[in-house]
Protein backbone atom coordinates (compact mmCIF):
# COMPACT_ATOMS: atom_id res chain seq x y z
CA UNK A 1 0.00 0.00 0.00
CA UNK A 2 1.09 2.94 -1.06
CA UNK A 3 1.91 6.01 1.57
CA UNK A 4 -1.23 7.67 0.18
CA UNK A 5 -3.67 5.06 0.56
CA UNK A 6 -1.96 3.88 4.22
CA UNK A 7 -2.86 7.61 6.02
CA UNK A 8 -6.29 7.32 4.31
CA UNK A 9 -6.51 4.00 5.37
CA UNK A 10 -5.25 5.08 8.96
CA UNK A 11 -7.61 8.41 8.83
CA UNK A 12 -11.24 6.57 7.86
CA UNK A 13 -10.39 3.71 10.56
CA UNK A 14 -9.93 6.60 12.89
CA UNK A 15 -13.59 8.33 12.15
CA UNK A 16 -14.84 5.23 13.70
CA UNK A 17 -12.73 4.47 16.57
CA UNK A 18 -14.76 6.85 18.66
CA UNK A 19 -18.09 4.36 17.61
CA UNK A 20 -16.09 1.67 18.22
CA UNK A 21 -14.41 2.89 21.93
CA UNK A 22 -17.86 3.48 22.68
CA UNK A 23 -19.39 0.23 22.04
CA UNK A 24 -16.05 -1.75 23.45
CA UNK A 25 -16.82 0.79 26.93
CA UNK A 26 -20.21 -0.05 27.26
CA UNK A 27 -19.46 -4.18 26.70
CA UNK A 28 -17.08 -3.83 29.16
CA UNK A 29 -19.44 -1.89 31.72
CA UNK A 30 -22.04 -4.60 30.72
CA UNK A 31 -19.79 -7.68 31.89
CA UNK A 32 -18.13 -5.95 34.79
CA UNK A 33 -22.19 -5.40 36.04
CA UNK A 34 -23.92 -7.87 35.15
CA UNK A 35 -21.02 -11.20 33.94
CA UNK A 36 -23.30 -10.75 30.42
CA UNK A 37 -22.65 -10.34 27.03
CA UNK A 38 -25.77 -8.74 24.92
CA UNK A 39 -26.61 -9.56 21.27
CA UNK A 40 -26.76 -6.28 19.40
CA UNK A 41 -30.00 -3.93 19.80
CA UNK A 42 -32.20 -5.24 17.49
CA UNK A 43 -32.77 -2.51 14.65
CA UNK A 44 -36.20 0.17 15.56
CA UNK A 45 -39.41 -1.56 13.66
CA UNK A 46 -40.07 2.16 12.53
CA UNK A 47 -36.77 4.27 12.07
CA UNK A 48 -38.21 7.52 11.04
CA UNK A 49 -35.11 9.76 10.80
CA UNK A 50 -37.71 13.30 10.12
CA UNK A 51 -38.96 13.05 13.65
CA UNK A 52 -36.31 14.16 15.65
CA UNK A 53 -36.39 12.05 18.86
CA UNK A 54 -38.98 9.96 18.34
CA UNK A 55 -39.28 6.45 19.49
CA UNK A 56 -41.44 3.42 18.05
CA UNK A 57 -44.97 3.58 20.08
CA UNK A 58 -45.05 0.67 22.99
CA UNK A 59 -47.25 -2.26 21.52
CA UNK A 60 -50.60 -1.46 23.55
CA UNK A 61 -52.26 -4.13 21.81
CA UNK A 62 -50.98 -7.32 19.95
CA UNK A 63 -52.62 -10.07 18.50
CA UNK A 64 -53.01 -13.34 19.88
CA UNK A 65 -49.87 -15.06 19.42
CA UNK A 66 -50.28 -19.55 19.01
CA UNK A 67 -48.38 -19.06 22.70
CA UNK A 68 -48.54 -16.99 25.53
CA UNK A 69 -46.85 -17.09 28.83
CA UNK A 70 -47.64 -14.71 31.78
CA UNK A 71 -45.32 -14.27 34.68
CA UNK A 72 -45.81 -12.42 37.72
CA UNK A 73 -43.78 -10.16 39.95
CA UNK A 74 -40.29 -11.44 40.65
CA UNK A 75 -39.10 -9.21 43.01
CA UNK A 76 -35.15 -9.59 43.01
CA UNK A 77 -35.25 -13.07 43.05
CA UNK A 78 -33.08 -14.33 39.53
CA UNK A 79 -33.07 -17.76 40.72
CA UNK A 80 -36.58 -17.69 40.75
CA UNK A 81 -36.62 -15.69 37.89
CA UNK A 82 -34.77 -18.29 35.92
CA UNK A 83 -37.19 -21.69 37.54
CA UNK A 84 -40.34 -19.82 35.98
CA UNK A 85 -38.78 -19.07 32.67
CA UNK A 86 -37.48 -22.98 32.77
CA UNK A 87 -40.82 -24.22 33.54
CA UNK A 88 -42.41 -21.95 30.76
CA UNK A 89 -39.79 -23.98 28.75
CA UNK A 90 -38.73 -20.84 27.12
CA UNK A 91 -34.95 -21.00 28.60
CA UNK A 92 -32.91 -24.02 28.93
CA UNK A 93 -29.84 -25.28 31.27
CA UNK A 94 -27.80 -22.39 30.03
CA UNK A 95 -29.96 -19.74 30.27
CA UNK A 96 -30.74 -19.31 26.47
CA UNK A 97 -34.01 -18.45 25.25
CA UNK A 98 -35.71 -21.70 23.70
CA UNK A 99 -39.28 -20.44 23.78
CA UNK A 100 -39.37 -19.95 19.84
CA UNK A 101 -42.02 -17.57 18.46
CA UNK A 102 -44.18 -17.38 21.93
CA UNK A 103 -44.73 -14.07 23.15
CA UNK A 104 -43.96 -13.43 27.22
CA UNK A 105 -45.38 -10.65 29.56
CA UNK A 106 -43.66 -10.23 32.46
CA UNK A 107 -46.20 -7.86 34.67
CA UNK A 108 -44.00 -5.94 37.08
CA UNK A 109 -42.44 -5.63 40.09
CA UNK A 110 -39.00 -6.58 39.23
CA UNK A 111 -37.47 -4.02 41.73
CA UNK A 112 -37.21 -4.58 45.90
CA UNK A 113 -37.24 -7.28 48.04
CA UNK A 114 -34.42 -9.04 46.75
CA UNK A 115 -31.11 -8.20 45.60
CA UNK A 116 -30.93 -9.23 42.08
CA UNK A 117 -32.41 -6.60 40.56
CA UNK A 118 -29.98 -5.44 37.69
CA UNK A 119 -29.20 -8.79 37.07
CA UNK A 120 -32.65 -9.38 36.21
CA UNK A 121 -33.10 -6.19 34.13
CA UNK A 122 -29.96 -7.81 32.31
CA UNK A 123 -31.16 -10.82 31.93
CA UNK A 124 -34.65 -9.79 30.64
CA UNK A 125 -32.52 -7.88 28.44
CA UNK A 126 -30.88 -10.62 26.79
CA UNK A 127 -33.55 -12.48 26.16
CA UNK A 128 -35.55 -10.18 24.50
CA UNK A 129 -32.87 -9.91 22.37
CA UNK A 130 -32.47 -13.73 21.83
CA UNK A 131 -35.98 -13.64 21.80
CA UNK A 132 -36.75 -11.39 18.67
CA UNK A 133 -34.84 -13.76 16.65
CA UNK A 134 -36.57 -16.36 16.53
CA UNK A 135 -40.04 -14.31 16.38
CA UNK A 136 -40.83 -14.31 19.77
CA UNK A 137 -41.53 -11.30 22.01
CA UNK A 138 -40.69 -10.69 25.68
CA UNK A 139 -43.03 -7.89 26.86
CA UNK A 140 -41.83 -6.51 30.36
CA UNK A 141 -43.96 -4.13 32.44
CA UNK A 142 -44.28 -1.32 35.17
CA UNK A 143 -45.33 -2.43 38.77
CA UNK A 144 -45.89 -0.49 41.59
CA UNK A 145 -42.41 -0.95 42.55
CA UNK A 146 -41.03 0.22 39.65
CA UNK A 147 -43.25 3.29 40.09
CA UNK A 148 -42.27 4.12 43.55
CA UNK A 149 -38.39 3.49 42.83
CA UNK A 150 -38.42 6.09 39.87
CA UNK A 151 -39.80 8.42 42.32
CA UNK A 152 -36.85 7.82 45.01
CA UNK A 153 -39.35 5.68 47.37
CA UNK A 154 -37.15 3.49 48.20
CA UNK A 155 -38.88 1.59 51.02
CA UNK A 156 -38.31 -1.62 49.69
CA UNK A 157 -35.17 -1.79 48.82
CA UNK A 158 -32.89 -4.21 50.61
CA UNK A 159 -29.23 -4.26 51.29
CA UNK A 160 -28.04 -6.01 48.81
CA UNK A 161 -30.12 -4.29 46.32
CA UNK A 162 -28.43 -1.04 47.12
CA UNK A 163 -25.27 -2.95 47.48
CA UNK A 164 -25.66 -4.10 43.67
CA UNK A 165 -26.62 -0.70 42.67
CA UNK A 166 -22.97 0.72 44.50
CA UNK A 167 -21.29 -1.87 42.35
CA UNK A 168 -22.92 -0.43 39.33
CA UNK A 169 -22.37 2.97 39.84
CA UNK A 170 -18.34 2.42 40.03
CA UNK A 171 -18.27 0.36 36.88
CA UNK A 172 -20.86 2.99 35.46
CA UNK A 173 -18.15 5.78 36.29
CA UNK A 174 -15.17 4.16 34.92
CA UNK A 175 -17.02 3.53 31.92
CA UNK A 176 -17.95 7.67 31.60
CA UNK A 177 -14.15 8.28 32.08
CA UNK A 178 -12.65 5.93 29.16
CA UNK A 179 -15.19 7.59 27.22
CA UNK A 180 -14.04 10.93 28.34
CA UNK A 181 -10.34 10.36 27.38
CA UNK A 182 -11.53 10.14 23.90
CA UNK A 183 -11.65 13.67 22.17
CA UNK A 184 -14.41 12.66 19.57
CA UNK A 185 -16.59 11.29 22.04
CA UNK A 186 -18.92 13.64 23.58
CA UNK A 187 -18.45 14.06 27.33
CA UNK A 188 -21.16 11.32 28.60
CA UNK A 189 -23.54 13.17 31.48
CA UNK A 190 -22.74 13.18 34.78
CA UNK A 191 -25.43 10.84 36.24
CA UNK A 192 -25.07 12.33 39.99
CA UNK A 193 -25.76 16.03 38.63
CA UNK A 194 -28.37 17.07 41.14
CA UNK A 195 -28.43 14.00 43.34
CA UNK A 196 -27.65 14.81 47.05
CA UNK A 197 -24.26 14.04 48.77
CA UNK A 198 -26.41 13.15 52.02
CA UNK A 199 -29.88 11.74 53.09
CA UNK A 200 -31.19 13.17 56.42
CA UNK A 201 -31.87 10.78 58.98
CA UNK A 202 -30.03 7.74 57.31
CA UNK A 203 -27.01 6.04 58.12
CA UNK A 204 -23.90 7.70 56.53
CA UNK A 205 -22.28 4.04 55.68
CA UNK A 206 -25.39 4.01 53.31
CA UNK A 207 -24.93 7.28 51.37
CA UNK A 208 -22.80 6.16 48.27
CA UNK A 209 -25.48 3.30 47.82
CA UNK A 210 -28.64 5.50 47.56
CA UNK A 211 -26.68 8.41 46.05
CA UNK A 212 -25.80 5.26 42.96
CA UNK A 213 -30.00 4.20 43.58
CA UNK A 214 -31.07 7.70 42.48
CA UNK A 215 -28.77 7.99 39.87
CA UNK A 216 -29.43 5.53 38.10
CA UNK A 217 -33.42 5.21 38.58
CA UNK A 218 -34.89 8.65 39.03
CA UNK A 219 -35.98 9.97 35.53
CA UNK A 220 -34.01 9.69 32.58
CA UNK A 221 -31.63 7.68 34.77
CA UNK A 222 -29.26 5.85 32.82
CA UNK A 223 -31.08 2.38 34.07
CA UNK A 224 -34.42 3.59 34.38
CA UNK A 225 -34.02 5.28 30.05
CA UNK A 226 -32.36 2.01 29.31
CA UNK A 227 -34.64 -1.02 30.58
CA UNK A 228 -37.58 0.72 32.61
CA UNK A 229 -38.80 3.15 29.94
CA UNK A 230 -39.41 0.29 27.29
CA UNK A 231 -41.95 -1.20 30.14
CA UNK A 232 -45.64 -1.07 29.11
CA UNK A 233 -48.07 -0.22 31.69
CA UNK A 234 -51.53 -1.56 30.74
CA UNK A 235 -51.57 -4.16 27.51
CA UNK A 236 -53.61 -6.24 25.38
CA UNK A 237 -52.56 -9.58 23.98
CA UNK A 238 -55.06 -11.03 21.98
CA UNK A 239 -58.34 -11.50 24.33
CA UNK A 240 -56.15 -10.80 27.62
CA UNK A 241 -55.91 -7.40 29.17
CA UNK A 242 -52.59 -7.16 31.11
CA UNK A 243 -52.03 -4.73 34.03
CA UNK A 244 -50.21 -4.80 37.34
CA UNK A 245 -52.76 -4.08 40.01
CA UNK A 246 -55.96 -3.77 37.90
CA UNK A 247 -57.70 -1.12 35.45
CA UNK A 248 -61.18 0.65 36.41
CA UNK A 249 -63.43 2.35 33.80
CA UNK A 250 -61.86 5.70 33.92
CA UNK A 251 -58.49 4.11 32.74
CA UNK A 252 -59.68 2.81 30.31
CA UNK A 253 -61.63 6.37 29.38
CA UNK A 254 -58.12 7.92 29.46
CA UNK A 255 -56.63 5.79 27.07
CA UNK A 256 -54.41 2.68 27.61
CA UNK A 257 -52.37 4.08 24.56
CA UNK A 258 -51.86 7.26 26.26
CA UNK A 259 -51.24 5.99 29.52
CA UNK A 260 -48.53 3.97 27.93
CA UNK A 261 -46.63 6.90 26.49
CA UNK A 262 -46.95 9.45 29.03
CA UNK A 263 -45.58 6.79 31.39
CA UNK A 264 -42.32 6.12 29.20
CA UNK A 265 -42.15 10.15 28.57
CA UNK A 266 -42.30 10.50 32.68
CA UNK A 267 -39.76 7.96 33.09
CA UNK A 268 -37.91 9.39 30.04
CA UNK A 269 -37.20 12.57 32.68
CA UNK A 270 -39.93 14.83 30.67
CA UNK A 271 -42.50 15.59 33.08
CA UNK A 272 -40.51 15.87 36.57
CA UNK A 273 -40.59 13.75 39.93
CA UNK A 274 -43.51 12.66 39.95
CA UNK A 275 -45.38 9.85 38.11
CA UNK A 276 -49.01 10.19 36.57
CA UNK A 277 -51.85 10.71 38.64
CA UNK A 278 -53.08 7.69 37.51
CA UNK A 279 -49.77 5.42 38.79
CA UNK A 280 -50.97 6.74 42.23
CA UNK A 281 -53.28 6.15 45.62
CA UNK A 282 -55.14 2.84 46.18
CA UNK A 283 -57.25 3.20 42.17
CA UNK A 284 -54.01 3.27 40.81
CA UNK A 285 -53.37 1.32 37.60
CA UNK A 286 -50.61 -0.38 39.38
CA UNK A 287 -51.96 -0.52 43.15
CA UNK A 288 -55.60 -1.68 42.67
CA UNK A 289 -56.42 -4.76 44.29
CA UNK A 290 -60.04 -5.05 43.85
CA UNK A 291 -60.04 -7.71 41.04
CA UNK A 292 -57.17 -9.59 43.38
CA UNK A 293 -58.77 -10.26 46.97
CA UNK A 294 -57.78 -14.67 47.71
CA UNK A 295 -61.29 -14.07 48.93
CA UNK A 296 -62.99 -14.42 44.97
CA UNK A 297 -66.08 -13.26 46.38
CA UNK A 298 -65.03 -10.18 47.76
CA UNK A 299 -63.84 -8.78 44.11
CA UNK A 300 -65.79 -6.43 42.64
CA UNK A 301 -67.08 -8.60 39.65
CA UNK A 302 -69.37 -5.79 38.37
CA UNK A 303 -66.53 -2.98 37.14
CA UNK A 304 -64.52 -5.89 35.94
CA UNK A 305 -67.33 -6.89 33.57
CA UNK A 306 -67.62 -3.71 32.87
CA UNK A 307 -64.09 -2.45 32.28
CA UNK A 308 -63.36 -5.78 29.91
CA UNK A 309 -66.81 -4.74 28.21
CA UNK A 310 -64.88 -1.35 26.82
CA UNK A 311 -61.71 -3.32 25.61
CA UNK A 312 -62.87 -4.48 22.40
CA UNK A 313 -61.91 -8.43 22.47
CA UNK A 314 -60.87 -8.86 26.15
CA UNK A 315 -61.97 -11.61 27.81
CA UNK A 316 -60.20 -11.63 30.99
CA UNK A 317 -57.66 -9.21 33.26
CA UNK A 318 -54.71 -10.87 33.95
CA UNK A 319 -52.76 -9.44 37.29
CA UNK A 320 -50.10 -9.74 39.43
CA UNK A 321 -49.14 -7.35 42.59
CA UNK A 322 -51.48 -9.09 45.25
CA UNK A 323 -49.52 -12.70 46.32
CA UNK A 324 -52.00 -15.66 46.08
CA UNK A 325 -50.29 -18.07 48.87
CA UNK A 326 -52.90 -20.63 47.04
CA UNK A 327 -51.32 -20.20 43.29
CA UNK A 328 -52.05 -18.66 40.48
CA UNK A 329 -55.98 -18.89 40.41
CA UNK A 330 -58.84 -16.85 38.73
CA UNK A 331 -62.01 -15.13 40.20
CA UNK A 332 -65.24 -13.86 38.74
CA UNK A 333 -65.45 -17.03 36.42
CA UNK A 334 -61.74 -16.33 35.60
CA UNK A 335 -61.99 -13.44 34.00
CA UNK A 336 -59.84 -12.01 36.35
CA UNK A 337 -56.64 -13.82 36.81
CA UNK A 338 -54.38 -13.26 39.14
CA UNK A 339 -50.78 -14.57 38.73
CA UNK A 340 -48.83 -13.18 41.41
CA UNK A 341 -47.66 -16.29 43.81
CA UNK A 342 -44.73 -14.42 45.70
CA UNK A 343 -42.24 -16.44 44.34
CA UNK A 344 -39.52 -14.24 45.43
CA UNK A 345 -37.40 -14.75 48.90
CA UNK A 346 -38.24 -11.57 49.60
CA UNK A 347 -41.98 -12.54 49.72
CA UNK A 348 -41.89 -15.92 51.28
CA UNK A 349 -40.48 -18.04 48.96
CA UNK A 350 -43.73 -19.38 46.81
CA UNK A 351 -43.65 -22.05 44.51
CA UNK A 352 -42.91 -20.97 40.84
CA UNK A 353 -46.19 -20.89 38.39
CA UNK A 354 -47.25 -19.29 35.25
CA UNK A 355 -49.80 -18.81 33.39
CA UNK A 356 -50.07 -20.23 29.47
CA UNK A 357 -52.36 -19.16 27.05
CA UNK A 358 -52.40 -21.20 23.98
CA UNK A 359 -54.30 -22.06 20.91
CA UNK A 360 -53.43 -25.71 21.42
CA UNK A 361 -54.70 -25.59 24.94
CA UNK A 362 -56.33 -22.63 26.31
CA UNK A 363 -55.50 -21.77 29.90
CA UNK A 364 -53.33 -23.81 31.42
CA UNK A 365 -51.27 -23.06 35.02
CA UNK A 366 -47.81 -24.51 34.76
CA UNK A 367 -46.88 -25.00 38.17
CA UNK A 368 -43.35 -26.59 39.86
CA UNK A 369 -46.14 -27.59 43.21
CA UNK A 370 -45.09 -31.67 43.32
CA UNK A 371 -48.88 -32.17 44.25
CA UNK A 372 -49.84 -31.24 40.29
CA UNK A 373 -46.76 -33.75 39.34
CA UNK A 374 -47.90 -35.84 35.99
CA UNK A 375 -48.86 -39.70 37.81
CA UNK A 376 -47.29 -41.14 35.35
CA UNK A 377 -43.98 -40.47 36.65
CA UNK A 378 -44.82 -41.77 40.15
CA UNK A 379 -42.53 -44.81 40.23
CA UNK A 380 -39.68 -42.92 39.01
CA UNK A 381 -36.68 -42.36 41.21
CA UNK A 382 -35.60 -38.73 40.54
CA UNK A 383 -33.51 -36.09 42.21
CA UNK A 384 -35.01 -33.64 44.63
CA UNK A 385 -34.61 -30.59 42.37
CA UNK A 386 -36.14 -32.64 39.21
CA UNK A 387 -39.38 -33.15 41.76
CA UNK A 388 -39.75 -29.58 41.79
CA UNK A 389 -39.38 -28.21 38.49
CA UNK A 390 -39.32 -31.49 36.16
CA UNK A 391 -39.03 -30.67 32.12
CA UNK A 392 -42.53 -30.59 31.32
CA UNK A 393 -44.43 -29.17 34.63
CA UNK A 394 -47.41 -30.05 36.12
CA UNK A 395 -50.61 -28.77 34.93
CA UNK A 396 -53.99 -27.81 36.77
CA UNK A 397 -56.79 -26.42 35.97
CA UNK A 398 -57.03 -22.57 36.98
CA UNK A 399 -59.25 -23.32 39.54
CA UNK A 400 -62.12 -20.82 40.91
CA UNK A 401 -62.30 -19.96 44.30
CA UNK A 402 -65.80 -20.50 45.44
CA UNK B 1 -12.49 2.23 46.09
CA UNK B 2 -13.45 -1.75 46.63
CA UNK B 3 -14.45 -2.23 43.13
CA UNK B 4 -16.06 -5.57 43.03
CA UNK B 5 -17.47 -7.80 40.36
CA UNK B 6 -20.67 -9.11 40.65
CA UNK B 7 -21.46 -12.53 41.63
CA UNK B 8 -22.81 -13.58 37.96
CA UNK B 9 -19.09 -12.09 36.89
CA UNK B 10 -17.04 -14.50 39.17
CA UNK B 11 -19.24 -17.10 37.98
CA UNK B 12 -19.24 -16.77 34.73
CA UNK B 13 -15.07 -16.64 34.90
CA UNK B 14 -14.74 -19.52 36.73
CA UNK B 15 -17.20 -21.35 34.43
CA UNK B 16 -16.67 -20.36 31.30
CA UNK B 17 -13.79 -20.24 28.48
CA UNK B 18 -10.29 -20.32 29.65
CA UNK B 19 -8.36 -17.34 27.56
CA UNK B 20 -4.91 -17.11 26.38
CA UNK B 21 -4.21 -13.76 26.25
CA UNK B 22 -1.41 -13.83 24.74
CA UNK B 23 -2.21 -14.60 21.54
CA UNK B 24 -2.63 -12.25 19.04
CA UNK B 25 -5.68 -13.95 17.57
CA UNK B 26 -8.57 -14.74 19.49
CA UNK B 27 -9.67 -18.63 19.65
CA UNK B 28 -13.47 -17.56 18.69
CA UNK B 29 -17.15 -20.36 18.65
CA UNK B 30 -15.62 -23.41 16.61
CA UNK B 31 -17.64 -22.32 13.49
CA UNK B 32 -15.15 -19.14 12.90
CA UNK B 33 -11.74 -20.73 14.06
CA UNK B 34 -10.74 -21.82 10.77
CA UNK B 35 -11.22 -18.20 9.81
CA UNK B 36 -9.55 -16.54 11.99
CA UNK B 37 -6.05 -19.09 11.33
CA UNK B 38 -6.76 -17.59 7.73
CA UNK B 39 -6.63 -13.82 8.79
CA UNK B 40 -4.16 -14.58 11.24
CA UNK B 41 -1.67 -15.83 8.58
CA UNK B 42 -2.35 -13.47 6.41
CA UNK B 43 -1.53 -10.87 9.02
CA UNK B 44 1.76 -12.59 9.62
CA UNK B 45 2.95 -12.80 6.22
CA UNK B 46 2.28 -9.17 5.91
CA UNK B 47 -0.02 -9.32 2.87
CA UNK B 48 1.04 -6.30 1.02
CA UNK B 49 -0.77 -7.07 -2.51
CA UNK B 50 -4.39 -7.44 -0.52
CA UNK B 51 -5.75 -3.75 -0.31
CA UNK B 52 -8.34 -5.46 1.94
CA UNK B 53 -6.74 -5.32 5.93
CA UNK B 54 -7.08 -7.96 7.81
CA UNK B 55 -9.01 -7.63 11.24
CA UNK B 56 -5.72 -8.29 12.87
CA UNK B 57 -4.63 -5.09 10.68
CA UNK B 58 -7.34 -3.14 11.16
CA UNK B 59 -7.89 -3.57 14.79
CA UNK B 60 -4.10 -2.26 15.36
CA UNK B 61 -4.77 0.64 13.03
CA UNK B 62 -7.31 1.27 15.66
CA UNK B 63 -5.25 1.22 18.61
CA UNK B 64 -3.18 4.17 16.85
CA UNK B 65 -5.88 6.72 16.44
CA UNK B 66 -6.21 9.83 18.44
CA UNK B 67 -9.21 8.64 20.29
CA UNK B 68 -7.36 5.99 21.97
CA UNK B 69 -4.03 7.85 22.71
CA UNK B 70 -5.29 8.54 26.39
CA UNK B 71 -6.56 5.10 27.11
CA UNK B 72 -3.67 3.52 26.49
CA UNK B 73 -1.11 4.95 28.69
CA UNK B 74 -1.16 5.19 32.48
CA UNK B 75 -1.18 2.29 34.51
CA UNK B 76 -4.22 0.21 33.24
CA UNK B 77 -2.81 1.20 29.57
CA UNK B 78 -1.63 -2.34 28.22
CA UNK B 79 -4.74 -4.43 30.00
CA UNK B 80 -6.71 -1.64 27.56
CA UNK B 81 -5.35 -2.21 24.67
CA UNK B 82 -5.13 -5.59 25.39
CA UNK B 83 -9.40 -6.01 25.52
CA UNK B 84 -10.10 -3.54 23.25
CA UNK B 85 -7.92 -5.19 20.11
CA UNK B 86 -9.30 -8.45 21.47
CA UNK B 87 -13.03 -6.39 21.80
CA UNK B 88 -12.25 -5.30 17.92
CA UNK B 89 -11.35 -8.63 16.69
CA UNK B 90 -14.23 -10.63 18.14
CA UNK B 91 -16.76 -11.97 15.85
CA UNK B 92 -18.92 -13.35 18.30
CA UNK B 93 -22.56 -12.88 17.93
CA UNK B 94 -22.44 -11.08 21.33
CA UNK B 95 -19.41 -9.23 20.39
CA UNK B 96 -16.60 -9.70 23.30
CA UNK B 97 -17.92 -12.32 24.72
CA UNK B 98 -14.89 -14.83 23.48
CA UNK B 99 -12.45 -11.85 25.63
CA UNK B 100 -13.57 -12.68 29.11
CA UNK B 101 -9.42 -12.98 30.15
CA UNK B 102 -8.69 -9.77 28.45
CA UNK B 103 -11.78 -8.05 30.33
CA UNK B 104 -10.92 -9.79 33.35
CA UNK B 105 -7.50 -8.56 33.28
CA UNK B 106 -8.85 -4.87 32.86
CA UNK B 107 -10.87 -5.14 35.77
CA UNK B 108 -7.87 -6.20 37.95
CA UNK B 109 -6.37 -3.66 36.98
CA UNK B 110 -9.23 -1.47 37.29
CA UNK B 111 -9.81 -2.18 40.83
CA UNK B 112 -5.69 -2.04 41.63
CA UNK B 113 -6.09 1.48 40.37
CA UNK B 114 -9.28 3.05 40.66
CA UNK B 115 -8.02 6.25 39.23
CA UNK B 116 -6.20 4.60 35.80
CA UNK B 117 -8.54 6.63 34.01
CA UNK B 118 -9.14 9.52 35.52
CA UNK B 119 -8.60 12.99 33.08
CA UNK B 120 -5.76 14.73 35.30
CA UNK B 121 -3.58 14.05 37.91
CA UNK B 122 -5.56 15.56 40.31
CA UNK B 123 -8.07 12.61 39.72
CA UNK B 124 -11.38 13.98 40.88
CA UNK B 125 -14.48 14.53 39.12
CA UNK B 126 -15.70 18.48 38.91
CA UNK B 127 -19.39 16.86 39.60
CA UNK B 128 -18.30 15.84 43.43
CA UNK B 129 -17.98 19.66 44.28
CA UNK B 130 -21.44 21.13 42.40
CA UNK B 131 -23.73 21.05 44.68
CA UNK B 132 -27.69 19.77 43.88
CA UNK B 133 -29.71 22.79 43.08
CA UNK B 134 -32.58 21.36 45.09
CA UNK B 135 -33.13 19.03 47.58
CA UNK B 136 -34.04 15.79 46.00
CA UNK B 137 -36.24 13.48 49.24
CA UNK B 138 -36.17 10.13 48.87
CA UNK B 139 -38.25 7.89 51.21
CA UNK B 140 -35.63 5.50 52.71
CA UNK B 141 -36.47 1.51 54.07
CA UNK B 142 -36.52 1.36 57.54
CA UNK B 143 -33.44 -0.78 57.79
CA UNK B 144 -31.04 2.40 56.70
CA UNK B 145 -32.46 4.57 59.01
CA UNK B 146 -30.33 6.62 62.02
CA UNK B 147 -31.85 5.15 65.28
CA UNK B 148 -33.96 8.78 66.65
CA UNK B 149 -32.50 9.97 69.94
CA UNK B 150 -33.71 12.43 72.26
CA UNK B 151 -31.41 15.25 71.53
CA UNK B 152 -32.72 15.05 67.55
CA UNK B 153 -36.51 15.95 68.98
CA UNK B 154 -34.70 19.88 69.78
Redesign the interface.
Known amino acids: ?GRE?EAE??TS??K???N??S??VD??VD??????????TPPLQNPNPSISRSLPPLPTRLPSPSRLIAVGDLHGDLDKTKQALRLAGLIDASDRYVGGSATVVQVGDVLDRGGDE??ILYFLEKLKREAARSGGKIITMNGNHEIMNIE????????TA?D?FR?WE??F??GN??K??????ETPT?P??????S?H???RE?FDG?RAR?AAL?PNGPISSRFLSQNVTVLVVGDSLFVHGGLLPQHVDYGLERINEEVRDWINGSSG?FSPQYCRGRNAVVWLRKFSNEVAQNCDCATLEHVLKTVPGAKRMIMGHTIQTAGINGACENRAIRIDVGMSRGCGGGLPEVLEISKNSGLRILTSNPLYQNMGNAGLNVGKEELLIPAHGGLREVEVKA | MGLAQSAEAAAHVTQTQTQTSTQTSTSNNSNSTSLDSVLAEAAAYGNNDDTEESIEAKAQRALECPCIADLRTGPCGFQFSEAFLCFLKSTAEEKGSDCVSPFVALQSCIKANPNAFSKDVLGEDESEKSEPTQEYKILPPQWSREPQSPKSRL
Do not use: H, Y
Open positions: METQICDAPLLFFTFFSVSGLFLLPLKGDFRFVTKLEVQWSVKMGLCQGLDFKGVPMFGVKFFVRK
